[in-house]
């Protein structure tokens, strides 16, 4: 199934000035990477985060948030956030940004 092109052109808005990003195919979405390390994406209709097992697990506590289960099996270190939970700029925004300070404590892959 496609992935919602506007919802990634919104996240696309937020990270394309930030130095390391690029984009990638994966998940049967679309994925941005910063420093050759994911960020998040875009697969359906929902925002994909990378936040570290710690950070997931925190984020598992908010609203319209779930286990991203891509492979029938939960990924730790990853979330999904429903439509509802992005909707406003600034919901977008918080998400995003927890997303990139987890991508920048990352080392750089060549």
Same mark, same amino acid.
């Given at each position: 199934?496609?992935?919602?092109?506007?919802?990634?052109?919104?996240?696309?808005?937020?990270?394309?000035?930030?130095?390391?990003?690029?984009?990638?195919?994966?998940?049967?979405?679309?994925?941005?990477?910063?420093?050759?390390?994911?960020?998040?994406?875009?697969?359906?209709?929902?925002?994909? +985060?990378?936040?570290?097992?710690?950070? =997931?697990? %925190?984020?598992? &506590?908010?609203?319209?948030?779930? $286990?991203?289960?891509?492979?029938?099996?939960?990924?730790?270190?990853?979330?999904?956030?429903?439509?509802?939970?992005?909707?406003?700029?600034?919901? +977008?925004?918080?998400?995003?940004?927890? =997303?990139? %300070?987890?991508? &920048?404590?990352?080392?750089?892959? $060549?």
């Amino acid at each position: 199934m496609p992935y919602d092109e506007d919802l990634a052109q919104r996240v696309r808005l937020l990270l394309k000035r930030l130095t390391g990003y690029s984009e990638r195919n994966m998940f049967g979405g679309i994925c941005f990477m910063l420093h050759g390390n994911m960020c998040c994406g875009v697969t359906q209709n929902r925002l994909m +985060l990378r936040l570290g097992e710690q950070g =997931a697990q %925190k984020a598992l &506590q908010e609203p319209d948030t779930r $286990e991203m289960d891509f492979t029938g099996k939960p990924l730790k270190s990853m979330i999904y956030v429903e439509q509802a939970g992005y909707g406003s700029s600034e919901d +977008l925004k918080y998400w995003i940004n927890r =997303a990139v %300070k987890f991508a &920048q404590s990352l080392p750089a892959k $060549e």
